[in-house]
């Protein structure tokens, strides 16, 4: 069965800290990872990563995959408290057009 | 240009009635997914939606769960004989064609809360 692995569950930083949030997978056929933002309502789009090592940054925000490791981080850095939401990462597989495998998320809480 | 739309945002039930949960992609967009999360819970796929065409329900129960996308109108997940397990959040996303090479990139809507009672 295909299978997405957020650590931690939860996290809970000062303002100004930085984060290295994780994501694992175990899936066949994989196309591509995303990572989402959730607030108290919609899920919002954050990266989409195919290829291994190569960085995408916006911001404060910066996510790499690593395709040997089956695994991909989402750092954020100067954390701010409008950053506290729900991290969600999903993948997506070849052939199953954009159906996402969603991992359980990491709720991320930054504090003054 | 409009996001998403669902509705209602919250939705109660009692046990046995039909739930109708509505969803309008954005502008330009011919596909739509349905997921649902349970408490504590990731977003889990339920089916996969063109305009009058259901492209893979695999993540759909098999009894009272139903979806369509109509040529006009909304999107619409149905869910009859509502029981307390189906309570949860429900998110619609939509998607451009598959030939712009975009369609991954999901766009969310805000979701309905169902609540059984």
């Known amino acids: 069965e295909d299978k997405v692995v957020q650590s931690p569950l939860s996290l809970v930083v000062h303002e100004g800290d930085t984060v290295t949030l994780n994501c694992s997978y175990e899936?066949?056929?994989?196309?591509?990872l995303l990572w989402y933002k959730q607030e108290k309502k919609a899920p919002t789009f954050l990266f989409m990563l195919?290829?291994?090592?190569i960085e995408k940054k916006s911001g404060r925000l910066s996510s790499i995959l690593d395709k040997k490791e089956l695994s991909s981080i989402l750092n954020i850095t100067a954390t701010q408290t409008g950053d506290s939401a729900i991290y969600l990462c999903?993948?997506?597989?070849?052939?199953?057009?954009?159906?996402?495998?969603f991992g359980t998320g990491t709720r991320l809480q930054v504090t003054l | 240009n409009a996001g998403v739309m669902q509705n209602p945002r919250h939705l109660v039930r009692r046990r046995g009635q039909e739930a109708r949960l509505r969803c309008s992609p954005m502008?330009?967009?011919?596909?739509v997914y349905w997921y649902r999360q349970l408490p504590e819970e990731g977003l889990k796929f339920m089916v996969y939606?063109?305009?009058?065409?259901?492209?893979?329900e695999s993540g759909m129960p098999k009894e009272r769960f139903s979806a369509e996308f109509p040529k006009e109108g909304p999107s619409i997940l149905r869910i009859q004989q509502v029981v307390r397990g189906d309570s949860a959040a429900y998110f619609c996303?939509?998607?451009?064609?598959?030939?712009?090479?975009?369609?991954?990139?999901?766009?969310f809507g805000s979701g309905t809360q169902l609540s059984v009672l």
């Open positions: 996303a939509s998607s451009p064609s598959r030939r712009t090479g975009a369609n991954e990139k999901l766009f």
């Open positions: 899936v066949t056929n994989f196309r591509s």
């Open positions: 195919t290829s291994s090592g």
């Open positions: 999903a993948v997506t597989l070849t052939g199953t057009a954009s159906k996402l495998t």
């Open positions: 502008k330009g967009h011919s596909h």
């Open positions: 939606l063109q305009k009058e065409n259901i492209i893979d």
